[in-house]
């Protein structure tokens, strides 16, 4: 990518580093400290990763997506010292700073230089055998981490600070958000089933023209906060502390969540790892310490919705002009559409039950939350290979 004229003002005359070059020389073990070994490089959408011994370097790639804007120096600045701070929220010994990348007249050199031509992450590199997904693999998920996980999330959201919008800003962004997943799925270059994502479409609609006050309500209580916006089992470390990681910085709009949306999503992630009991194990439990109980639709349509959008950002991949891996992420599409029509199913038993129950006595139209369930110390259904019909019976259940 051609550097910007802004970036360009900043070299002072020296040759100006391209991409490709800034990624060479963190690749390479001598721009580190003797003590670091060998540089393990690993590359995302936005970003390319560099584990070097005890300590992991960032760099963000100078790209411009409708939901995140890179391009320049100083926008890159920005968002590294964002990613520090609202990191550090979850994860504070391990964001340690942002240090410049420069460039002298030996070349480029980390945190001393005539002038700094990127930014870095710098983190402390975590042992991955402790995050939450490897664990699921492993089968070593026990009550405990899940106790703690509990503890972690409910003080998190706790503290966060509730998000305020317009009632009809918050409306208008929920049916952009299901235009946008529907529009990419029935793309005919993916040639995804249309009838699944229809029925999945025609039931998140019916809930927001249905129920859009639920919406509304966690609105007016203070219930969407500046949370994590990307609560993924691969993003949650347990190791002597729980520490969460890999928070969405570069876009406010995407951290303004619901807990219980939260929730939903590390609920839909676990059970595709083939721990789907987790989310039953950790919703009540969170759901108690906030005291808050929303009705059963509302955490299906959040389910079904994230499954949607796992489908979207799944097939979109195969819009680059590379992508990576090409061959995983139709399969992998398919499968998040498999479970959005579950829930599509339980959203809509959901909706019948809420609406019987209002014909029966009008004071039961679905403000009232339904009855808890009583905690057990029971160990997730997953690790008991309990069939996936009783857990999506359990998912609703509070």
């Known amino acids: 990518m051609r550097q910007s004229k802004a970036d360009q003002d900043c070299w002072k ?8 070059d800034k990624v060479a ?9 003797a003590s670091m070994g060998a540089v393990e490089v690993r590359q995302t959408h936005m970003s390319w990763v560099f584990l070097a011994g005890d300590r992991v370097f960032k760099l963000k790639k100078p790209v411009r997506f409708p939901y995140l804007d890179f391009s320049t120096l100083a926008k890159r600045q920005m968002a590294c010292r964002a990613e520090v701070d609202l990191n550090r929220r979850l994860a504070p010994d391990v964001y340690l700073g942002v240090i410049p990348l420069c ?21 402390r590199r975590l042992n991955e055998g402790r995050m939450l997904d490897s664990l699921i693999t492993k089968r070593r998920v ?16 706790r503290r966060a600070n509730p998000v305020f919008l317009r009632p009809e800003v918050y409306l208008k962004q929920w049916k952009l958000n299901l235009q946008q997943n529907f529009t990419v799925l029935v793309d005919p270059r993916f040639r995804l089933p249309l009838g699944l994502i229809r029925y999945c479409d025609v039931a998140l609609r019916h809930f927001l023209r249905q129920r859009s006050y639920l919406l509304l309500n966690r ?35 995407l951290r303004a969540v619901d807990p219980v949306d939260e929730i939903a999503y590390l609920d839909l992630e676990c059970e595709h790892l083939g721990a789907g009991g ?6 009540p439990r969170v759901a108690q ?20 959008l796992r489908a979207r950002l799944s097939i979109a991949h195969l819009l680059a002009p590379n992508p990576r891996t090409p061959e995983q992420w139709r399969p992998r599409a398919l499968a998040y559409l498999r479970t959005a029509a579950a829930d599509a199913r339980e959203l809509q038993k959901a909706l019948r039950i809420s609406a019987d129950r209002k014909a029966v006595s009008p004071h039961a139209g679905g403000s009232r939350p339904p009855p808890e369930v009583a ?13 996936a019909s009783r857990e999506r019976a359990e998912r609703c259940r509070w």
């Open 103 to 123: 460039v002298s007249a030996d070349g480029l050199a980390i945190g001393e230089g005539i002038a700094a031509v990127d930014w870095l992450v710098k983190m």
């Open 219 to 253: 609105l007016q209580q203070r219930r969407i906060v500046d949370g994590h916006g990307d609560l993924r089992p691969e993003h949650i470390w347990l190791g002597d502390a729980v520490k969460i990681i890999d928070c969405i910085e570069f876009n406010a709009r």
């Open 289 to 308: 310490a906030l005291h808050d109980r929303p009705p059963c639709s509302l955490y299906c349509f959040y389910r079904c919705h994230r499954a949607m």
């Open 13 to 20: 005359g020296l040759p100006a580093p391209s991409l490709e």
């Open 142 to 157: 026990d009550r405990h981490a899940l106790d703690a996980i509990v503890l972690t999330l409910s003080g998190f959201y």
């Open 375 to 387: 905690h057990t110390s029971k160990l997730p259904p997953y690790c008991a290979s309990g069939p």
């Open 278 to 283: 987790i989310g039953g194990y950790i919703r």
């Open 25 to 33: 020389f963190l690749s390479d073990a001598r721009s580190y400290d």
